[in-house]
Structure formats: structure tokens, C-alpha cells
């Protein structure tokens, strides 16, 4: 008898046990039955409401951070119509990005700044185009929208744009690029820092690539440990490409630099 119980208990340990892992993966990987439920309300809501546009599943996937499925749904072929549902254990669509990856156009936004980007990355890694220490640099296009009216220089509005275009980055960027340059120096000043701007302009010229404004700070180098040295460096902030050119340089320099925490 008393083995018996045992045995019991022994199942019954075993069976907490394999219910506590269950539990466990279920909050980690989803299960087959909820991620099932999801597809099937995924393709049911895109019957619905995105008839006729032509997207289809292409991923199912369980993200233990939100506790949901995210759902990507796209068209064949397009660079830019695809969007996420997210789907809970039940099944039941909580909300989607099509509003803000279609409709606002931000998987647009997206493709064209990382292809703006990655077209500036050679100049800012290569030594042979900066001839200084750039700690960070990186290029974006900055479009202007009904919420971002800091934009509103922006020749292209973001709610303009059209999904699967092929645009001229050298014209979105002559208007609509923004740099940004983190340079560590020996010498900090402002005359320094125009010729930082004067050889950015000629190097971003002699590979055909075009920006509006750009931020550049001036620090002094790194120390041993990896810290930068606590003294005051240089800045500007939305300086114009159209004025960076030799003649005056220094000092518009140094006025921006003056504004620049304002």
C-alpha cells in the first residue's frame, strides 16, 4: 500500500513537473495550437479588411517579450508592402502596423534611409576620405510629416511618398539628408572644426553623395581607458551644406558653435 502511494505521488511530482516546463516553453516559444490560431485569424482579418491588396502570410512567430504572435504579412514582390499582426494566445488580432508601415508609408522610409545610409558608410569608414578619428557618423533622410514639423525643410513629405518607388537618393538627399559626425581630435577649435565640415562637403562630393545640414561635434581623444577627456569640445548643429565653402568659413563656424546648446 504504502508503495502505491508512493507511486502516485512520484506520478503526480512528474506530471507538476512536466506542466511546469510546459507552462515554462509555452511563455517562451508559444505552442502549436495558439500559434495555428493565430495564422487562421491572420488570414481571416486580411480577408476582411485588406480584400483584393493581395497579401499573404509569409512568417508566424512568437515574440515572450510582448507575449504575443507577430504575423508578417506581405505582397509578393514588393520592397515595401508587408506589415505585422499580433495575434494572443486565443487567437485574437490585439492590433497591427499597417497604419504606420503602409498607410504613413514608414516601410518607405525605412528602405530609402538605410539606402542612404549605406551609401554614405564607405566615406565614413575609410581613413582615406575623413583624414580624422570619426567615433561615430552615420547619414539619414529626415522627412517632413504632420508630426514632425521640426522637419519642414524637407522638399519630400512622408505622406507623399509611394510605396515600391524607385527615387533619386542624390535628390532626396540634397533637401532631405541629415549627417551626423562624432569627431575625436588633438586639437579642438573652430578652425579645426571647419576643416573637419570643408573635407566631410568634399569627400561626400567626390562620391557623388548630397546631404542638407549636419551635426559635428569636436572632442579630444579617447584616454587609455576609454573615456573621453572632461574639457570643453566644438559643435554645430543643422549646419547647411550650402554653408560649407572656404571663404567666411571659420566664422560661421564659430557663430553656430556659439548656438549650439541653445
Do not use: W
Not at 244 to 257: K, L
Amino acid at each position: 500500500m504504502k508503495k502505491k502511494i508512493l507511486k502516485i505521488l512520484a506520478f503526480v511530482l512528474a506530471l507538476c513537473l512536466l506542466g511546469g516546463v510546459c507552462f515554462i516553453a509555452n511563455g517562451l516559444v508559444g505552442n502549436p495550437v495558439s500559434k495555428a490560431l493565430a495564422k487562421k485569424s491572420a488570414q481571416t482579418y486580411l480577408a476582411q479588411h485588406h480584400e483584393g491588396e493581395n497579401y499573404e502570410i509569409v512568417s508566424n512567430n512568437y515574440d515572450f517579450k510582448i507575449g504575443a504572435y507577430y504575423i508578417k504579412a506581405a505582397v509578393a514582390d514588393s520592397l515595401d508592402k508587408n506589415f505585422v499582426l499580433y495575434a494572443d494566445f486565443f487567437g485574437n488580432i490585439s492590433h497591427t502596423t499597417y497604419e504606420n508601415d503602409i498607410l504613413l508609408h514608414g516601410n518607405t522610409v525605412e528602405r530609402l534611409s538605410r539606402e542612404y545610409m549605406l551609401s554614405f558608410e564607405p566615406l565614413f569608414q575609410n581613413a582615406e576620405f575623413l583624414p580624422f578619428y570619426t567615433h561615430l557618423g552615420f547619414a539619414e533622410l529626415e522627412f517632413a510629416n504632420a508630426y514632425n514639423t521640426q522637419n519642414a525643410h524637407s522638399a519630400f513629405r512622408q505622406e507623399d511618398l509611394q510605396a515600391d518607388e524607385n527615387y533619386d537618393l542624390r535628390e532626396m538627399g540634397a533637401t532631405t539628408g541629415h549627417l551626423y559626425l562624432n569627431v575625436h581630435d588633438e586639437t579642438v577649435s573652430v578652425e579645426r572644426l571647419s576643416e573637419i565640415l570643408l573635407a566631410v562637403k568634399k569627400a561626400a562630393d567626390d562620391r557623388g553623395l548630397t546631404f542638407y545640414d549636419v551635426d559635428c561635434s569636436l572632442n579630444l581623444p579617447f584616454d587609455e581607458q576609454g573615456y573621453a577627456p572632461d574639457s570643453d569640445g566644438v559643435a554645430v548643429y543643422a549646419f547647411l551644406y550650402s554653408d560649407i565653402y572656404e571663404e567666411g568659413m571659420i566664422e560661421r563656424v564659430r557663430i553656430a558653435s556659439e548656438h549650439a546648446y541653445d
